[in-house]
């Protein structure tokens, strides 16, 4: 290997280096990849990189950490070199971390049957008794092939000789292993030659093994099983995942709201009732599962599974009360509880632990403080790792006096130096820069055995010599390649044999929420497109003419008033309604139009609309394609970088906003485009269709009406804002060839049934729609709509014949025509509320909103 890469790059004698030997040479596993980076020139790094950030922003891989600096969607970070190990190595530990999952398993079908570790002294009663996760209420139950844990994950660091240590068990619910995918997905497309040429193994098998699994324990009732992955909700911090896992693996990704226990049984809320829920993928803490039984504070949960669980009648991995096995102090105990169940010796060591609780290993923690690192015995206890040798003084004393008080309460682990790996520089174009790592590797349960992934979530500290590696301190990860010297698994989870009686249309399995999310997604896309345009049409006026007084602009302006979509600029009162606070310095038009875009103390304006279409966006992430949600997150850096420069700006610029407004309004087009061209027709889809329709049945309506009423629309250049608005300029000058005229502006933008930006078109779609709702859903026909429909029909627009629109001063034709426009928007408005209670509430059932309008 040439020297440049291995220039700067130090070897440590305190710790294992995942590339180098001990002689300094490069391990073998490392070479072919190594003399690949030596020789790619600076530019296609660069490029490389540029790749990764890219697709990670376009793809919305989120970690999120609330007050994080880069938000609480901060980007998922990804060097683009892999952890390469060698095959040897991977079976060595793949065989090691699969009896652990054997053991930790057996554990806890010991301690929740008949606990014979506790009554022969292998583990202290205390320890188990006294964790808030040991759930009383699960003694007794066996689920199917005692199977507790259907996922295990094993957290790893290396020991300075090379050997592989456990420090940390993940029992409950183990996060990481879609990012891993997703690592494998990006970093696979960076080397491709490379990632072939060594023969990386494949991860797709290991995710069918597990929906094959789940599939197999699940209850059997003469039908598919339906399984569903329950998650917390987007505040969640790996909610990114569970969203990327419930698609990939097809699992309908389902919050406690969507479930219901009825007969002992798990049900699904669809729009055309309940569905039977089979197996729960769950993402969710134990005590939050269930309300009624484990945490009555619990709005998470579904409340009454405890009970369904009992009765066998549902399937939950991991089963509940699994996160027992999360204490730190437990891996001491661990090699004793492997020679009683096993009758083996535990093949792969956990670092040094002492519990407290034990008389003999609290006074070794005292004595031997300054080489141990002091954590809690139970995560309830919120208590951040101390490092022993950071204490002093006072601070010391008070800490061995916390020790004596409640010795059970604090565990003392062994210091881990993490081994170190190559990470590409991002400011030096050639660069290799030591980065302490660790290994999460990922085991299933199978009804033939345990599989492990064969790679893994790689987490990357910012420093070699970090003593603690967390994605919540900044830190980020690796693509795992494990390598082969046998034929590499091709399989891919897409190629899956599918029967005839496996066959889905339809979308069975969307939940009410899901659906309800996805009918408010149409409304707030169209709610952006519509308040976008109308802002637009006044900007425009204003930087053409650079005036405040051109009539076209005052015109615009007071229908955004009357419409609410400008900050309110009358004095307020002082609350008791008898005096008034000192007005405020009038503003000007443009900072009124501004402050519409995106002040954020202006809750109705255009940001705040996109803020809502996002959140919407986050709770169906799994139903978007990833071209949707590119276009979905490219609306979201847009407004965000916008924000940005107005904050900073002295004076924000009109031709800034206006570029802005352009860039809605494209990716509130490519919204509509995907919508109609890339989602399938199922329920969502048409309540989708069905939103964005009202919503802008109910802006047209409201806005022509309000347009025929405002007195300063009669000023010349209105009627053609007004068809800009409408986005039916270009086919009223193909037809007239000619300036606007009242008459045929309003046959088209109102009566015309053909034109799909006119009142009478959403009027006609939406009856159609509706009708086939009622014919596949049942129910009744909504009539409100079609006799507001035949009313429109009715209208007689030669009324407006020979009239002169700007001498028109509410004239009975326009009073009229207006009063018809605002029942039409009322009947929209109440349509939505009327779906709501109809499709999106349950009888008996608390409802849930998801947002309001």
């Excluded at 003399?35 to 600076?42: E, V």
């Excluded at 709201?257 to 993402?283: F, K, M, N, P």
């Excluded at 405020?584 to 402050?595: A, C, G, K, M, R």
């Excluded at 039916?728 to 049934?753: A, G, H, K």
Aim: proline share 6%.
């Amino acid at each position: 290997m040439p020297p440049p890469l291995l220039s700067s790059y130090p070897q440590q004698t305190d710790r294992f280096d995942e590339m180098l030997a001990e002689d300094g040479s490069v391990r073998p596993s490392w070479q072919p990849f190594l003399s690949y980076l030596d020789a790619a020139t600076p530019e296609q790094m660069r490029h490389r990189i540029d790749y990764v950030r890219r697709r990670i922003l376009e793809n919305g891989v989120t970690y999120n950490v609330y007050a994080d600096p880069k938000g609480a969607d901060r980007p998922w970070e990804v060097d683009p070199l892999p952890l390469i190990l060698s095959p040897t190595e991977w079976q060595e530990l793949a065989s090691a971390v699969s009896q652990r999952a054997r053991l930790l398993n057996a554990v806890l079908g010991d301690l929740y049957g008949p606990q014979e570790l506790l009554k022969d002294g292998t583990l202290p009663p205390a320890l188990i008794y006294g964790h808030n996760n040991f759930l009383w209420p699960c003694r007794g139950i066996r689920p199917p092939g005692d199977t507790y844990l259907h996922l295990y994950a094993a957290d790893l660091a290396r020991s300075p000789d090379g050997r592989w240590w456990v420090i940390a068990d993940r029992t409950q619910a183990p996060s990481g292993a879609g990012y891993a995918l997703e690592n494998r997905t990006i970093v696979g497309r960076v080397f491709p030659e490379q990632f072939r040429d060594l023969h990386v193994q494949h991860l797709a098998w290991f995710f069918r093994e597990v929906q094959d699994s789940l599939a197999y324990w699940a209850p059997r009732t003469g039908e598919a099983p339906l399984i569903v992955l329950l998650t917390p909700g987007p505040y969640n911090e790996t909610y990114f995942e569970h969203a990327y896992l419930a698609r990939y693996l097809g699992f309908p990704l389902v919050e406690g709201q969507d479930l219901t226990v009825r007969s002992e049984c798990v049900y699904l809320r669809t729009l055309s009732g309940l569905r039977r829920v089979h197996a729960i993928l769950r993402r969710l803490d134990d005590d939050y599962c269930d309300p009624l039984e484990l945490r009555g504070d619990s709005a998470l949960g579904v409340p009454g599974l405890l009970q369904a669980v009992r009765a066998g009648n549902v399937l939950v991995a991991n089963a509940l009360g699994s996160g027992l096995l999360e204490s730190p102090a437990l891996p001491g105990f661990l090699p004793g509880a492997c020679e009683k169940l096993l009758g083996e010796p535990l093949a792969m060591p956990s670092v040094a632990t002492w519990w407290c609780g034990e008389q003999a290993a609290l006074e070794f923690t005292i004595e031997h403080l300054d080489e141990l690192v002091i954590k809690a015995s139970y995560p309830s206890q919120r208590f951040d790792p101390l490092f022993g040798n950071e204490l002093t003084g006072s601070k010391r004393k008070e800490m061995i006096a916390r020790l004596r008080a409640r010795p059970q309460a604090y565990v003392a682990q062994e210091l881990v130096n993490f081994s170190q790996a190559p990470a590409w520089s991002t400011t030096d174009q050639r660069r290799l820069l030591p980065r302490g790592v660790g290994l999460r590797v990922f085991v299933a349960a199978t009804p033939s055995g345990h599989v492990v992934l064969p790679g893994g979530l790689t987490r990357v500290a910012t420093v070699s010599n970090a003593r603690i590696i967390s994605m919540q301190r900044g830190g980020s990860s690796k693509d795992t390649w494990v390598l082969t010297e046998q034929a590499v698994n091709t399989f891919s989870l897409l190629k899956h044999s599918v029967g005839k009686a496996d066959l889905v249309r339809g979308g069975r399995n969307l939940s009410s929420r899901v659906v309800e999310n996805l009918f408010w997604f149409g409304r707030y896309a169209e709610r952006c497109d519509k308040t976008s345009r109308l802002l637009r049409v006044a900007l425009t006026r204003l930087v053409d003419a650079g005036a405040d007084t051109l009539p076209g602009l005052i015109s615009a302006l007071d229908l955004c008033r009357v419409l609410r979509l400008l900050p309110a600029t009358e004095p307020t009162t002082n609350g008791t309604g008898k005096a008034r606070a000192p007005s405020p310095p009038p503003l000007s038009h443009e900072t009124q139009l501004l402050s519409a875009i995106c002040a954020k103390e202006w809750s109705d304006g255009l940001a705040g609309d996109i803020r809502r279409l996002l959140w919407v966006a986050t709770q169906v992430r799994e139903r978007f394609s990833l071209d949707n949600w590119h276009a979905i997150n490219r609306l979201q850096h847009q407004l965000q970088r916008y924000s940005e420069a107005v904050t900073s700006a002295a004076a924000p610029d009109p031709g800034e906003a206006l570029a802005f407004l352009d860039q809605v309004l494209l990716a509130s087009s490519s919204l509509a485009g995907f919508a109609m061209d890339n989602m399938t027709r199922d329920d969502g889809w048409r309540f989708l269709i069905i939103g964005r329709r009202i919503e802008r049945l109910v802006f047209l309506a409201n806005a022509v009406g309000q347009f025929l009423r405002l007195a300063s629309t009669r000023a010349p250049g209105s009627l053609e804002w007004l068809l800009e608005l409408t986005d039916s300029i270009i086919t009223y000058r193909s037809r007239y060839m000619t300036q606007p005229q009242v008459l045929p502006t309003l046959d088209l933008i109102v009566l015309d049934e053909g034109n799909p930006h006119s009142v009478a078109f959403q009027v006609q779609i939406l009856v159609r729609y509706l009708d086939n709702q009622a014919r596949l859903l049942g129910g009744p026909r909504d009539q409100a709509l079609r006799s507001a429909l035949a009313r429109l029909q009715a209208f007689d627009l030669g009324r407006f014949e020979g009239q002169s629109f700007s001498e028109c001063r509410t004239c009975d034709p326009c009073l009229d025509l207006a009063a018809l426009l605002g029942e039409i928007a009322l009947a929209g408005a109440s349509l939505s509320d009327r779906l709501a209670m109809r499709y999106f509430s349950h009888v008996s059932d608390v409802s849930h909103y998801t947002l309001a309008s």
